[in-house]
């Protein structure tokens, strides 16, 4: 009798320990706005690959790239009710709701790409992602980015009066809204993937935009004048829904935030490898460039430092973080 009834403990204790792995065990959904063969939607697809592999093939990861999901905004809402588990972000759209984040666009806050990768690797940017939790119920697990920004036009921009009028497409965030409204440009905010065509029927006169998506997009094929500006970063981050992190165990959150940030640490080097080789390829295009460095845009940067100094106060220990690193 005593026998039976040990066993029939046991059965259901393992049984219990069946159903609790059974519940851990999860198909996570990853969004992202770029398309498949951008390096952050290559990356999502190795963090899946890597995160499968690690889990014992316990967990694995959907990537939805090209914006299939909805634009940041819309992937950001289903993050926080728990629809969607993760997503690599440009600080773009985050920088729409935690203002701080905005210190990162600072113009020339940093001299290309190698400067922005340390800055963005930096205890000093880490806790910028400190504010996420509170502020937008997202987990911010570490940081990517793509190249320096850039303007590519129809018509040539040789000064800061260049600017004035000009519809000019920018990602839709603040920070860069306020930069080019300084430089007398008229900001239109359109999502990467509605650019080319924006460009072809001649809804903008210019684009606000990356060496490697001018190639990657072919955007070269509808504007052939270059402001190499080199005027600000642009940072990604890795996140994962917090009420979804709520769920897991310490072990899976210890997993994922491993494999990510292992994922977006390629996307840094990656794009630090890409750079010289991607300005070499678009200077070798039928393109006519203008250089431009800070003192070009100087009366445009001290309205944007006006406004966004006391916004983001967080900007003068990245700038004091970025001077270190400068040394
Ligand atoms: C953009 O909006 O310009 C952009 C977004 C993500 C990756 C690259 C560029």
């Known amino acids: 009798?005593?026998?039976?009834?040990?066993?029939?403990?046991?059965?259901?204790?393992?049984?219990?320990?069946?159903?609790?792995?059974?519940?851990?065990?999860?198909?996570?959904?990853?969004?992202?706005?770029?398309?498949?063969?951008?390096?952050?939607?290559?990356?999502?697809?190795?963090?899946?690959?890597?995160?499968?592999?690690?889990?014992?093939?316990?967990?694995?990861?959907?990537?939805?790239?090209?914006?299939?999901?909805?634009?940041?905004?819309?992937?950001?809402?289903?993050?926080?009710?728990?629809?969607?588990?993760?997503?690599?972000?440009?600080?773009?759209?985050?920088?729409?709701?935690?203002?701080?984040?905005?210190?990162?666009?600072?113009?020339?806050l940093v001299d290309g790409v190698d400067h922005a990768a340390a800055l963005l690797r930096s205890d000093t940017?880490?806790?910028?992602?400190?504010?996420?939790?509170?502020?937008?119920?997202?987990v911010g697990l570490g940081y990517g980015m793509v190249g320096m920004r850039q303007v590519l036009s129809r018509s040539p921009i040789e000064s800061l009066d260049d600017f004035r009028g000009k519809r000019l497409r920018i990602t839709p965030f603040e920070p860069i809204r306020d930069f080019y409204t300084a430089t007398g440009a008229a900001p239109a905010p359109m999502p990467l993937l509605e650019v080319y065509d924006a460009l072809a029927n001649g809804q903008v006169d210019a684009i606000d935009m990356d060496f490697d998506s001018i190639l990657i997009l072919k955007f070269h094929e509808q504007a052939n004048h270059l402001l190499i500006s080199n005027h600000m970063m642009f940072p990604m981050v890795g996140v994962v829904s917090g009420?979804?992190?709520?769920?897991?165990?310490?072990?899976?959150?210890?997993?994922?935030?491993?494999?990510?940030?292992?994922?977006?640490?390629?996307?840094?080097?990656?794009?630090?490898?890409?750079?010289?080789?991607?300005?070499?390829?678009?200077?070798?295009?039928?393109?006519?460039?203008?250089?431009?460095?800070?003192?070009?845009?100087?009366?445009?940067i001290v309205e944007w430092e006006a406004t966004w100094g006391e916004k983001a106060p967080r900007l003068e220990a990245l700038r004091e973080e970025a001077e270190r690193l400068r040394q």
Request: hydrophobic share 45%.
């Open 243 to 300: 009420r979804v992190w709520r769920e897991l165990s310490s072990e899976d959150r210890e997993l994922i935030e491993t494999t990510m940030a292992e994922h977006l640490e390629n996307v840094l080097s990656g794009f630090q490898a890409m750079d010289a080789a991607q300005e070499a390829e678009i200077r070798e295009l039928d393109i006519r460039i203008t250089e431009a460095d800070a003192d070009f845009f100087r009366e445009a």
């Open 1 to 108: 009798m005593r026998l039976l009834k040990t066993l029939t403990l046991a059965t259901a204790a393992a049984s219990l320990a069946l159903v609790s792995l059974h519940a851990q065990a999860r198909d996570f959904r990853l969004g992202l706005i770029t398309p498949p063969q951008h390096l952050w939607s290559t990356e999502a697809e190795a963090f899946a690959e890597s995160l499968h592999e690690r889990s014992g093939g316990e967990h694995s990861v959907s990537v939805f790239p090209g914006q299939q999901l909805g634009n940041e905004a819309q992937m950001v809402q289903q993050l926080q009710t728990g629809a969607l588990d993760m997503a690599f972000l440009t600080i773009a759209e985050i920088s729409n709701r935690i203002p701080d984040f905005g210190a990162l666009y600072a113009p020339y």
């Open 125 to 138: 940017a880490a806790e910028l992602l400190e504010l996420m939790p509170a502020e937008v119920g997202l």
